[in-house]
């Protein structure tokens, strides 16, 4: 079954993320602001991650992101060779998401902008699917932003999948993965609408590109496309390593499971009898 393959999973779960987040923008945008806002954007955006994790099930919030598989390969936790192919699936799932939410919306996207596919002025569309600089946005402004916010949001995706640090249930990390997107669009949205995700940025934006937006979607924010793509990787090793070194290598060694210690209560409780 397709469920059971690591890859498909990865394919559904940046399927679902982008299926979910960009029709929530689609649905701001092409209404002009009467069907939603900003708010509404990020908690789609967040709802999508919480839901598309729950359907993708097995996939641990580790993999949300190829700047995340890359850092755990950087830590020797992952193989290498698997890199390329889960960065596939995730390039793939937010491509066909973008398509599903253009072929959902089409009609929408046609009468707000009479017809025209734009990436900027007052009519433009492309942002649904992509990140693009806000105009006060200079570019080494937009990789700090970038590097700050993935540095951030790594950081707390292994504190979320560090097992020594407060075991959580199983099913809560999903909707925790949720209020942490949810935290980085309240806080961090408005530079460049926080994409924090090479796949799910750069997938899309290749969908507006064969789709009709054309050759504006690479050089709109003065070539802004790769900075949502490098300055996540830099940004997202900064995190990641930050969190090993404060506080992962201070765990002590030889840590005790709760099963462990279950196992033990009745072992003990055998004895006494
Ligand atoms: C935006 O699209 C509308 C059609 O929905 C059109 O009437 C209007 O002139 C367009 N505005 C600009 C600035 O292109």
Known sequence: MCLQNYRCRLFFLFMHLQLIGSGAAAQVITSRGTHG???TIQLGSALGAVFGIFVARGVSGAHLNPVYSLSLCVLGRHPWRKLPLYSLSHLVGAFLGAATVYLQYYDAIQAFSGGELLVAGPNATAGIFCSYPADHLSFWGGLVDQVVATALFLLCCVALE????????DGLHPVLVGALILTMGVSMGSNCGFPLNPARDLGPRLFTFVAGWGEE???AGGGWWWVPIVAPFVGGLLGTLTYEVLIEAHHQTTPQSPQQELEEVVVDSGNNR
């Open 162 to 169: 560090d097992q020594q640090n407060g075991p959580l249930p």
């Open 217 to 219: 979607v690479f050089k």
């Open 37 to 39: 806002n900003y708010l």
